[in-house]
């Protein structure tokens, strides 16, 4: 069975600090990793992962993928309380005939 | 552990023909989705619901509508259907969103719908 498991599913730091997130998976026919960060109505989109090794970034969110040994981290630097939000991972799998969606992570930022 | 189906993996329709495709979650949410998602593009939201009978538009509701008549079944309908609507869609359910927060819980998705209009 197609799964993807974040972790942790829940974080408290304060403003300043550094996160990692993280999201194995375990899939058939791996195709993307996706990684979205979820507010009041409908993730957005941040970054896609198809290569092992390449660091993606934007601003002082980055990720990378490691498709050998099947995760992905999701790092935020000098977080700010605008950060707050779930951060979802999912997988392309099945040639693109699914989307699995980890639980996500809970990130609190305090002022 | 948490349950959120769709009623078709794969759909291929015509131009022009009316197609349904239905969401069922078994949480007792509240909330209930309807994403589409294309390469690129990322999720983007169609409409939502937060209660029986309730609907709201999301970011891009044209060529489509929406029925919640049970608090576990939402139901998106696209009253004639287009090649630009070829895409994968995907429905979610979630409890009350926070008050006084920033950000909602988290959204359970479906496994999706990849939809072909030929």
């Known amino acids: 069975e197609d799964k993807v498991v974040q972790s942790p599913l829940s974080l408290v730091v304060h403003e300043g600090d550094t996160v990692t997130l993280n999201c194995s998976y375990e899939?058939?026919?791996?195709?993307?990793l996706l990684w979205y960060k979820q507010e009041k109505k409908a993730p957005t989109f941040l970054f896609m992962l198809t290569s092992s090794g390449i660091e993606k970034k934007s601003g002082r969110l980055s990720s990378i993928l490691d498709k050998k040994e099947l995760f992905s981290i999701l790092n935020i630097t000098a977080t700010q309380t605008g950060d707050s939000a779930v951060y979802l991972c999912a997988v392309e799998a099945g040639g693109s005939e699914k989307l699995v969606f980890g639980k996500g992570t809970k990130l609190t930022v305090n002022p | 552990d948490v349950k959120v189906t769709q009623s078709s993996r794969y759909l291929v329709k015509r131009t022009g023909e009316k197609v349904f495709l239905e969401c069922v979650q078994d949480m007792d949410h509240e909330n209930m989705f309807w994403y589409r998602q294309d390469p690129g593009l990322g999720l983007r939201l169609i409409y939502f619901?937060?209660?029986?009978?309730?609907?709201e538009k999301g970011d891009i509701p044209e060529g489509y509508s929406v029925s919640r008549e049970k608090k576990e079944r939402f139901s998106l309908i696209l009253e004639s259907a287009s090649t630009n609507q070829t895409s994968m869609y995907l429905c979610?359910?979630?409890?009350?969103?926070?008050?006084?927060?920033?950000?909602?819980?988290?959204?359970?998705f479906g496994p999706g719908t990849r939809l072909t209009v030929l």
């Open positions: 899939v058939t026919n791996f195709r993307s």
């Open positions: 619901s937060y209660d029986v009978k309730m609907k």
């Open positions: 979610a359910s979630s409890t009350i969103f926070r008050t006084g927060k920033d950000y909602a819980d988290t959204q359970y």
